[in-house]
């Protein structure tokens, strides 16, 4: 058995509004002032873990993120992997 | 000779906070009613079964998200009783993918607590609505048996309920079952209920 530890970006897809962002632009127009600011928000989450293989650890991580992390309907995600 | 009663079943899962309004208002309607468990398979017959609005698992990660993979709605009878997800229930039913689209954030990041006109089979009904995540978008082909007469949440086509006929799959942000006592100023839940009845 191998430790892993993936790391998962969830966000909303670019077609899906992201209220949060469009919150968070406005709030930054009070602090600072930035030229064509454009939020986007999302979660991070760290799974750490034994696998066998790579593979094995690969599915396990698309398993979670397909079944719990993101919803397919309204966000995607992307893998990084720390060995 | 009498109709035999309605069998209705309500899931509870952690969080839920509406199965005592709803088990209350099927026995308004003289349903034989009982709660079911999160966490065992559902094998008795029923003829309607609600999962019932709240936070089921606090809305952790997101609403529904964690809901779907209990074992009473892995287990749900599709296509054979009725199924209906009021609030909670309906984004925990788009999560398991047994209704088009998700429920985001209200496009006014806030709670909304309040009653809302509704258009209902062709009338105007009022219903009470309270969510954080009632912003319905990616609707698919289920008929809309319910929609908001004002932009309540920023729903695609201010859809508020749908139904997968073919499946016996409605989904719902208002709740029917907290407008059917006379004491709580607000009857039009009957009708909804009434509606359920006819299509059983």
């Known amino acids: 058995m191998k430790n892993y530890k993936a790391i998962v970006k969830v966000k909303l897809k670019p077609e899906i509004k992201d209220i949060k ?13 930035v030229k064509n600011l454009n939020c986007r928000t999302g979660n991070i989450y760290i799974l750490n873990f034994e696998a066998e293989t790579k593979d094995c ?14 919803n397919s309907v309204i966000e995607e995600y992307e893998i990084q992997w720390e060995e | 000779m009498g109709r035999i009663a309605v069998k209705a079943g309500i899931i509870t899962f952690l969080g839920t906070n509406c199965e005592f309004d ?18 065992e398979k559902i094998e008795k017959q029923y003829d309607i079964i609600f999962l019932p609005g709240g936070f089921s698992y606090g809305d952790h990660i997101s609403a529904g998200r964690i809901a779907k993979l209990t074992p009473a709605v892995q287990s749900l009878p599709v296509g054979k009783s009725l199924i209906v997800g009021i ?17 985001t954030f209200n496009d006014s990041l806030k709670f909304i607590s309040k009653v809302v006109p509704l258009e209902f089979q062709r009338q105007i009904i009022h219903l009470p609505v309270a969510h954080h995540q009632g912003n319905y978008t990616g609707h698919g082909n ?5 929609r908001y007469c004002e932009n309540v949440n920023g729903s695609d086509e201010m859809i508020a309920g749908i139904y997968d ?16 006592f006379d004491e709580l100023g607000l009857v039009d839940g009957r009708k909804v209920f009434e509606f359920f009845n006819e299509i059983l």
């Open chain 1, 21 to 33: 962002a469009k919150a968070l632009e406005q709030a930054v127009s009070h602090l600072i002032e």
């Open chain 1, 57 to 70: 650890a690969e599915k396990i991580v698309k398993t979670i993120a397909d079944e719990i992390l993101a």
């Open chain 2, 22 to 39: 709803t088990k209350r208002a099927c026995e308004f309607f003289g349903w034989k009613t009982e709660l079911i468990k999160h966490s």
């Open chain 2, 87 to 103: 609030c909670n229930g309906f984004q925990i039913l788009t999560e398991a993918k047994l209704l088009s689209g998700a429920l």
């Open chain 2, 142 to 146: 289920e008929e809309v048996i319910l």
């Open chain 2, 165 to 180: 006929r073919k499946n016996k799959v409605i989904g719902m942000m208002p709740h029917p079952e907290r407008a059917v």
